[in-house]
């Protein structure tokens, strides 16, 4: 629980206010934040949500500390597949000149 006080902190909570939102006890966080012991599952979800972040950074498993969006699959149809993978055979060095090309063509200023 790597990062539970840093959140407490952060929302300016004591350890007694947030067990009351968790519906836990003020001796539970204090174990928690202390390594001492770990919290079930359900529990780690209802913090996750409440600090709107992630289990893995809650347990400092990761330290990117909002939520990871969910990533939705986009089918491509063969002409981007193979545009795709030429791009990726170019030489990381002329990757700039091709993406140069591609917005001289759309009209669209240098990035």
């Known amino acids: ?9 952060q929302k300016d909570l004591s350890q007694q206010k947030l067990a009351d ?8 966080v204090y174990k928690y934040e202390k390594g001492i012991t770990t919290p079930d599952f ?4 209802r ?15 990761t330290d990117i ?3 990871i969006e969910p ?3 986009h089918k491509l149809n063969p002409d981007e597949e193979d545009l795709i993978q030429k ?4 030489p990381s060095s002329f990757r700039k000149a091709v993406q140069m090309v591609m917005d001289e063509y759309l ?3 240098d990035h």
Do not use: C
Not at 1 to 7: D, E, G, Q, S
Not at 21 to 28: F, G, K
Not at 47 to 59: E, N
Not at 87 to 90: H, I, K, T
């Open 71 to 73: 990533v939705t699959e």
């Open 47 to 61: 913090m996750a949500d409440f600090f709107d972040t992630s289990i893995d950074y809650l347990i400092g498993y």
């Open 87 to 90: 791009y990726r055979n170019v």
């Open 21 to 28: 939102i968790l519906h836990i006890s003020q001796q539970s």
């Open 107 to 109: 009209g669209r200023p």
């Open 1 to 9: 629980m790597k990062n539970l006080r840093l959140l407490r902190n």
């Open 42 to 45: 359900q529990t780690l979800m």
């Open 65 to 67: 500390p909002h939520k």
